[in-house]
């Protein structure tokens, strides 16, 4: 299986949890901070499209920023192409952690979805 790698934000409390879940499994990963180093326009259709999820569901709905932008209501006319510049453009705006092996590709942390996919 190939190293896993996780998108993650260090103060997001999500994340942590997932990050320890991992740790905690002895499942080896690299780690990539989301906010510093955002994953690229092309990154994301990559994960969107392996994910096999809507670009929607990229979106940290909880988010300071999704709520600022009031991208509920933005979001229902816009194109997945705008969607997907829109995430590219700021780090806060993704859902995390995203964690992929090249292959698959989860967002957010359930711990059975990450038990099934990550555990081996």
Known sequence: MAKLKMYWYPRCGTCRKAK???EERGVP???QHIVENPPSRAELEELVRK???PV???F???GQK?????LKEKL???SDDEKLDLLASDGMLIKRPIV????RVTVGFKEEQFEENWVR
């Open 20 to 22: 320890k879940f991992l």
């Open 29 to 31: 990963f690299e780690e």
């Open 51 to 53: 994910s096999g999820l």
């Open 56 to 58: 929607q569901k990229f």
């Open 60 to 62: 940290n709905t909880s």
């Open 66 to 70: 999704y709520r600022e932008l009031n």
């Open 76 to 78: 229902k006319t816009m």
């Open 100 to 103: 992929t092996d090249g292959e």
